[in-house]
Structures are given as structure tokens and as C-alpha cells.
């Protein structure tokens, strides 16, 4: 769903600018792809190939491949780290976490336009998202609430 999310979220905010277009990855560490897209125009698999190096990242370090990058630059060294080989330390790769475990098992990826501007989608995403999952938890609440008290009579 987070992956249609950001599709139509391209589409209903970004599609008529003049912005080229993203592409968009979830994977789990296991190598499973949950989902793949590429939207708008100028987007090629160069952009599956960044979100890849953006995802290990992740992997390697359990933090967003933007933070890894300000975090070095914070410290006077370079983004991209000598650790990573040819992977990059640039927005756009964000972890996925299962509540209860310890670190990351996969991450959300976006390429296609500045490192901060494709951290910043994800993360404008994922708290629309959650909105909504929110929301519709606590309707559901109260309807079962109320399910319950009827039935309990």
C-alpha cells in the first residue's frame, strides 16, 4: 500500500510540474522486492540502479541513507563514506521497520530528483500514510466499541 501510495501521491501532487519523474523501490533485506515503479518522464533503470546503492546503505547503517550522508557531512567529512564502495550516502532511502525487532529488514527507495527532495517525498508520504492508518484505527475502534456495547445488552 506504501508503494501505491507513492505512485498516486506523484500523480494527484507532482505530475503536471515539470519535475522528470521518480523511481520507486521497496525491498526487504532478504532480496525480496515488495514493490517497483518507475513514474514520469527521463526515468531509467539508472534510477533503480541509485535506489539500490540508496537501500544498501541502509542496510549496512539501520538510518536513512540522507541521514547518513548529513550526518558525515556534520562531521567535516564527505557524504559519500569510503566504507560503502559504490554504494551512496544520498536522500532518498528510508528504513522499514516491524515493531519489536531490532533493526531495519527492508527500505522504501526514491530516485529521480535531489537527495533531498527524494527524502523529502518519502517522508511526506509515509506521514500521509500513517494519517490515514491512523484515522481509520481509531474509527475502527469506536465501532467495535460501539459493537460491543449493543451486542452487550
Not at 521518480?22 to 540502479?49: P, R
Request: charge should be positive.
Amino acid at each position: 500500500m506504501i508503494g501505491t501510495a507513492l505512485l498516486t501521491t506523484w500523480y494527484d501532487d507532482r505530475a503536471k510540474s515539470n519535475d522528470d519523474g521518480i523511481a520507486i523501490s521497496i525491498t526487504l533485506f532478504s532480496g525480496v522486492t515488495l514493490y517497483a515503479s518507475m513514474i514520469g518522464d527521463n526515468v531509467t533503470a539508472d534510477n533503480f540502479e541509485w535506489a539500490r546503492r540508496k537501500t544498501n546503505t541502509v542496510k549496512r547503517f539501520g538510518t536513512s541513507s540522507f541521514c547518513r550522508g548529513q550526518s558525515r557531512l556534520a562531521k567535516g567529512k564527505p557524504a559519500d563514506d569510503p566504507l560503502l564502495g559504490a554504494d551512496y550516502a544520498h536522500g532518498g532511502a528510508f528504513p522499514v521497520r516491524i515493531q519489536g525487532c531490532p533493526h531495519p529488514v527492508g527500505a522504501i527507495a526514491v530516485s529521480g530528483l535531489t537527495q533531498v527532495e527524494d527524502h523529502a517525498y518519502i517522508i511526506a508520504v509515509l506521514k500521509r500514510y500513517w494519517r490515514c492508518i491512523v484515522s481509520t484505527r481509531v474509527g475502527e475502534s469506536r465501532t467495535t466499541s460501539s459493537s460491543l456495547e449493543v451486542n452487550g445488552r
